[in-house]
C-alpha cells in the first residue's frame, strides 16, 4: 500500500468509526478502529527502525519541530533530554495525555472540562497509559497468570546447557541469562513494592531501571538455573502473600514516580504481563 492511500484508508476508518458510534452503532465502529489501529502497528513494526538513544533523540527533536503545540514540544523534549541523559522522566516532566474521542483535541495532565474545540464533556476523553500493562487484570486473573509464567519459563529453557544460555543475542543484546535474571529482578520488585502497599498509607514507589540490571553478574548465582529457581521460589512467596490480603486491598493505592497513582492490582497486573513480554524473546534466543 502506497503512503498516500495508507493514511487515507487511516483516516476513512477512524471517520467511520466516529459516525457509527453516533449511531450507536458501535459493534462495527470497534472493527473499525481495530483495523486502523493494525494498519498503524504494522507501518510501525515493517519500519524497523534504530532504537539507539542517539536516534530516538533525533527522531524526537524531529517530531516535536513539526508540531503546533508548545505544552507537548515541551513535553517531548524533556523526554530527549532524559533519554539522552541515561534517564527515565519522571510523571511531573511527561505528564499524561488525555485526547477527545470526539475531535482529536490533546490535553496534558488533565482532561478540560469542556474540550475547547468541539464541547465534549472532558469525562469522555480517552486517556493514555504509559503501557498497556497498566490495565489491571481481575485479581485470580493476575494470579493465574504469576502462577503460569514461571513455568512456561521452565519450559522453554529446559534441556538447554548454560552455554546455550548465556550466548549473547547476534546483535549482541542479552543472552537468556539476560532475560532470566531480569525476570528475577522485577519479581524482586513487585515483592518490595506489595511490603510497601500493605505497611504505608498511599506509599511513594520508587521507579526502578530495572532493565538495566540484567547483565550485573555482581550478585548472581553460578548458573542460570539457579537463577531461575530464585525466581520461581519467590514468585511462590508473593502469590501466597496476595492469597492472604483481602480482596478490598488490591485496590489500596500509592503513587508511583512514573506511572502516577496505581493500585496493587494493576501493580500485580503490570508485572504479570510485562513477563510475557520476554518469553518470545527466549523462544528468539534459542532459536538463533
Not at 8 to 24: K, N, P
Not at 34 to 63: F, G, V, Y
Not at 178 to 188: I, K, M, T
Not at 219 to 235: A, D, G, K, M, V
Request: net charge negative; aromatic share 8%.
Amino acid at each position: 500500500m502506497q503512503n498516500s492511500q495508507w493514511s487515507d484508508t487511516l483516516v476513512q476508518l477512524l471517520s467511520l468509526a466516529l459516525r457509527l458510534e453516533s449511531e450507536g452503532q458501535y459493534d462495527i465502529a470497534k472493527l473499525a478502529r481495530a483495523q486502523a489501529d493494525a494498519i498503524s502497528r504494522r507501518a510501525a513494526w515493517e519500519l524497523n527502525l534504530p532504537n539507539d538513544k542517539e536516534t530516538l533523540a533525533s527522531d524526537i527533536e524531529r517530531i516535536a519541530a513539526a508540531l503546533d503545540d508548545a505544552d507537548l514540544q515541551s513535553a517531548f523534549r524533556a523526554g530527549a533530554s532524559a533519554l539522552t541523559s541515561g534517564r527515565v522522566p519522571l510523571i511531573e516532566q511527561t505528564p499524561h495525555p488525555y485526547v477527545c474521542r470526539t475531535c482529536g483535541h490533546l490535553a496534558l495532565t488533565n482532561a478540560p472540562k469542556k474540550c475547547p474545540t468541539c464541547g465534549a464533556w472532558g469525562e469522555t476523553f480517552q486517556w493514555f497509559p504509559p503501557v498497556y500493562w497498566l490495565e489491571a487484570l481481575d485479581p485470580a486473573e493476575a494470579l493465574e497468570q504469576l502462577r503460569k509464567t514461571p513455568l512456561e519459563v521452565a519450559a522453554l529453557i529446559e534441556g538447554l546447557s548454560e552455554d546455550a544460555m548465556t550466548r549473547p543475542a547476534p546483535d549482541g543484546g542479552w543472552a537468556i541469562r539476560n532475560v532470566v535474571s531480569h525476570l528475577r529482578d522485577a519479581q524482586g520488585v513487585l515483592d518490595f513494592r506489595i511490603d510497601l502497599f500493605l505497611k504505608e498509607k498511599n506509599p511513594v514507589l520508587e521507579m526502578k531501571q530495572v532493565w538495566t540490571w540484567a547483565k550485573d553478574e555482581s550478585e548472581r548465582p553460578p548458573s542460570t538455573r539457579e537463577i531461575f529457581e530464585t525466581y520461581l521460589s519467590t514468585r511462590r512467596e508473593v502469590i501466597a502473600k496476595l492469597e492472604t490480603i483481602p480482596l478490598a486491598d488490591w485496590w489500596r493505592t500509592g503513587r508511583h514516580e512514573e506511572f502516577g497513582v496505581v493500585s496493587i492490582k494493576q501493580q500485580a497486573s503490570y508485572f504479570a504481563a510485562h513477563e510475557l513480554t520476554h518469553l518470545p524473546q527466549i523462544e528468539r534466543l534459542i532459536n538463533g
